[in-house]
């Protein structure tokens, strides 16, 4: 069974920084691209930032663009995004996904395998 964990999202203040970690499991973490989605309060799904297996080619929305970091660790099925510079737009909860569940600006949950997402609020 495909399990992923999200964990470090928490209340920051504009300009701050978090690190998000996805824990993975059930599957060959190493052989599939992962992706993290956000949604903000109200909003539709939107795409952050994806990696591919091995890890080289990395994608990031032009939101996040030059203050986010994704990362994977296929030695410890992790998957991380460094998170630097917050605006309280990044305020969201963040899916950790197995796959690529974005196409053409539309999210489907249905999409992939999904975790059960952090809280990341930005705000003084």
């Known amino acids: 069974e495909v399990q992923l964990v999200e964990s470090g999202g928490g209340l920051v203040q504009p300009g701050g920084s978090l690190r998000l970690s996805c824990a993975a499991s059930?599957?060959?973490?190493?052989?599939?691209?992962m992706t993290w989605v956000r949604q903000a309060p109200g909003k539709a799904l939107e795409w952050v930032s994806s990696?591919?297996?091995?890890?080289?080619?990395?994608f990031y929305a032009d939101s996040v663009k030059g203050r986010f970091t994704i990362a994977r660790d296929d030695a410890k099925n992790t998957l991380t995004l460094q998170m630097n510079g917050l605006k309280t737009e990044d305020t969201a909860v963040y899916y950790c996904?197995?796959?690529?569940?974005?196409?053409?600006?539309?999210?489907?949950?249905?999409?992939?395998?999904w975790g059960q997402g952090t809280q990341v609020t930005v705000s003084s």
């Open positions: 990696v591919l297996d091995g890890g080289v080619r990395v």
């Open positions: 059930g599957f060959t973490f190493s052989s599939f691209r």
């Open positions: 996904v197995k796959g690529m569940p974005c196409n053409g600006g539309y999210c489907n949950k249905d999409t992939g395998s």
